[in-house]
Nanobody, 123 residues
């Protein structure tokens, strides 16, 4: 079991910046991927950015060049620095973790989600 606790959301003006943080606790051994998804009213939940245990990253097209994901393995924390924010970035942002477990010769993927933090970009 993995628990994810987010912080850093809030209200910001267009062009401003926010930094989201997520701390993982519990059975964190073998977590392969951590990252962020978001969901706006009427929309599906979409990927924002993820980072793997080997340090590789993947960004959405909308976030590429504006957002930066980072990790601190010692603190079991993943952060998302969001710059040049736009009104369309307004959404609930969810921390995400991916963990694999083995049963015999089979591997199973388990997804974990934080409670979500509201990001509102408005003048």
């Amino acid at each position: 079991q993995v628990q994810l606790v987010e912080s850093g959301g809030g209200l910001v003006q267009p062009g401003g910046s926010l930094r989201l943080s997520c701390k993982a606790s519990g059975t964190i051994f073998s977590i392969q991927v951590m990252g962020w998804y978001r969901q706006a009213p009427g929309n599906e939940r979409e990927l924002v950015a993820v980072i793997s245990s080997n340090g590789s990253t993947n960004y959405s097209d909308s976030g590429k060049g504006r957002f930066t994901i980072s990790r601190d393995s010692a603190k079991n924390t993943v952060s998302l620095q969001m710059n040049s924010l736009k009104p369309e970035d307004t959404a609930v942002y969810y921390c995400y973790a991916e963990k694999w477990r083995a049963e015999g010769k089979n591997l199973y993927k388990v997804d974990y989600w934080g409670q979500g933090t509201q990001v509102t970009v408005s003048s």
